[in-house]
Each structure stands twice: as structure tokens, then as C-alpha cells.
């Protein structure tokens, strides 16, 4: 060991390395960790499309500053501390949640848990996509309202949690029971994941866009809003009229037909988004103990 020892610290010396102590080992682990924790921070929350526009920016900078374009450089070193500002004031509910997320005991065990594999594509099949489109009109038929968010690229954990649980995979009988009418989970949103529905009972943020019909309810105006704050696809049912409409990128689609929304779905489901083989096998194992326990009933 002695040996190996005096080995290292005269190739140090030859290659002019710089000598690395316990103390940098420590700042480098904080420094990824921390690195890692904002960047899946990001990924899963509105703040990365954010950050892309941001990136956007930096480019635009980085051109001026090449062409000498002094006009462009004063205006981005003057307005740099407002706009720091500005994002904390606006992603404040986002920040908080990340802090309260980093004090929890499990965020050692979420951080050494690393999956560099490359995984497979979650995403919802194609009967899926008939299941819901047979649900929603379905449901339209009988004046039952519901409200379905289909969760694309940015995860919705955080509206997830102000639900039920239900992890079961999605069916038109499974959403016709939830949301018949008074029965236990038929207010709020649905949210789905893949072709699983994960939650039930759900609060979404509601839009405040004049340009929404006054005529218009709580459902419109809450698919509205989520789609706002995220890239998801959301379904709504009225219950006064039964027409089906969706809300995309804060854009609303009022009483659109059956092959329009198969359109959108396969759209969303056209879109790759990975998860983590250590996922998926999880997944999996979920579909077959409930199918044991379906046989052993």
C-alpha cells in the first residue's frame, strides 16, 4: 500500500496534478449531488421548459457577444439580477416543494439510487386510446361529467398527491365508475400515467384567461389551467351538455368528435418518454400479482 502510495504522489509530481485531500473528495460528492437533485428537480416540473427557453436566450447572448453587438450585452447584464429574481417569485410553490423533498429521510436512498440504463418507452397503447375515447362518449351519452389528464413529458406528481390512489389499469368501465355520480371519486380530475389511471379526486389549478366562455365551468376552466402549467392532454365531458372537449398548451377544443381526439392521444403517445428499466420491472410486477389475484377470485 506504502509503495502504491509513493507511486502516486511521484506521478502527481510528474504530471503536475494538483493534490487531491479527503476535504475535495467531500465537495465534489455535495457538488454532484446537489447538481443531480436540481436537475431531476427540473425535469420533473414546468421549470423545464423553463430552462429551455432560457437556454434559448443564452444563445441568442452568446452570438451578440461574438458579433460585438454592445446594445444586446448591456440590455442582458442589466436585467440579469431582475430576472433571477423574477423566477424565484415564479416558481415558489416549485422551490418549496423541492426543499421539503430534500429534507425528507429517504433522499440519500433516492440519490445513490442511480439507472443509467437506458430503460424502455412508457407510453399507452392503442387500446388504450380506444378505452378512453369509448369512456368519454360514453359518458357524454348520459350527461356524466369528467375531467381526465393525460400526463405526457412533465410529471404530475405534485396534483397527483391531492387525489386517491387507484394504480389500476385504465379501462372505459374503470372511468365510467369513477366518475358515475355520486360515488366516492367522482369529483376532481383523473390522472393518468401511461395506461395505468394513477389517482382519482384530484385538485388542478384553474385558469385565469378571460378569453374562456363565461358559460363555462369549474371542469373547462381546471383542464384549461392545467394545461397551462404543463404538456398533458386534457379531457373533459359536460355534464350539462355531454360534448367532449380538450384543453392542449392552454388552447381549449370545445365539442370535438371521436376521430379528433384519437388524433391528440396519438399525438401524446407518439411522444417518447423513458423511464428506468428498475421502473418498468416494477410496473410488471404489479400487472402480474393482480392478474394472480383476479384468478385465485
Excluded at 388504450?128 to 405526457?152: Q, R, S, W
Excluded at 374503470?174 to 400515467?193: M, S, W, Y
Excluded at 379528433?260 to 411522444?271: E, G, H, M, T
Amino acid at each position: 500500500m506504502a509503495t502504491m502510495g509513493a507511486f502516486w504522489e511521484k506521478a502527481s509530481i510528474y504530471l503536475n496534478l494538483p493534490k487531491i485531500t479527503m476535504t475535495d473528495i467531500v465537495e465534489i460528492l455535495i457538488i454532484t449531488f446537489l447538481f443531480y437533485y436540481m436537475l431531476v428537480w427540473i425535469k420533473n416540473t414546468r421549470a423545464w421548459v423553463l430552462l429551455k427557453g432560457i437556454m434559448v436566450i443564452l444563445l441568442f447572448v452568446l452570438v451578440a457577444a461574438v458579433f460585438q453587438m454592445n446594445t444586446i450585452i448591456w440590455i442582458a447584464k442589466n436585467t440579469l439580477s431582475v430576472a433571477i429574481t423574477a423566477i424565484v417569485i415564479i416558481f415558489q410553490p416549485e422551490i418549496r416543494k423541492a426543499l421539503e423533498n430534500l429534507g425528507q429521510k429517504n433522499f440519500l436512498t433516492s440519490f445513490f439510487a442511480f439507472d443509467f440504463s437506458k430503460g424502455e418507452i412508457a407510453k399507452f397503447t392503442d387500446k388504450t386510446i380506444n378505452e378512453l375515447v369509448k369512456a368519454c362518449y360514453e359518458m357524454g351519452k348520459v350527461k356524466t361529467g369528467a375531467l381526465i389528464v393525460i400526463e405526457d413529458e412533465i410529471v404530475l406528481s405534485e396534483y397527483e398527491r391531492t387525489g386517491i390512489s387507484v394504480d389500476g389499469i385504465l379501462t372505459s368501465q374503470l372511468l365510467i365508475n369513477i366518475f358515475e355520480k355520486n360515488t366516492p371519486l367522482h369529483d376532481g380530475a383523473v390522472i393518468v400515467r401511461g395506461d395505468r389511471v394513477v389517482s382519482a379526486t384530484c385538485y388542478l389549478p384553474l385558469t385565469d384567461s378571460l378569453s374562456i366562455s363565461k358559460d363555462l365551468g369549474t371542469r373547462h376552466r381546471a383542464a384549461v389551467g392545467i394545461s397551462e402549467v404543463s404538456d398533458s392532454l386534457t379531457i373533459v365531458v359536460s355534464e350539462e351538455t355531454g360534448k367532449v372537449s380538450i384543453a392542449m398548451g392552454g388552447e381549449l377544443y370545445r365539442n370535438v368528435d371521436a376521430e379528433f381526439l384519437k388524433n391528440k392521444l396519438a399525438y401524446i403517445q407518439r411522444r417518447e418518454k423513458k423511464v428506468s428499466k428498475i421502473e418498468s420491472w416494477r410496473r410488471r410486477l404489479k400487472d402480474v400479482k393482480e392478474s394472480r389475484k383476479k384468478t385465485d377470485e
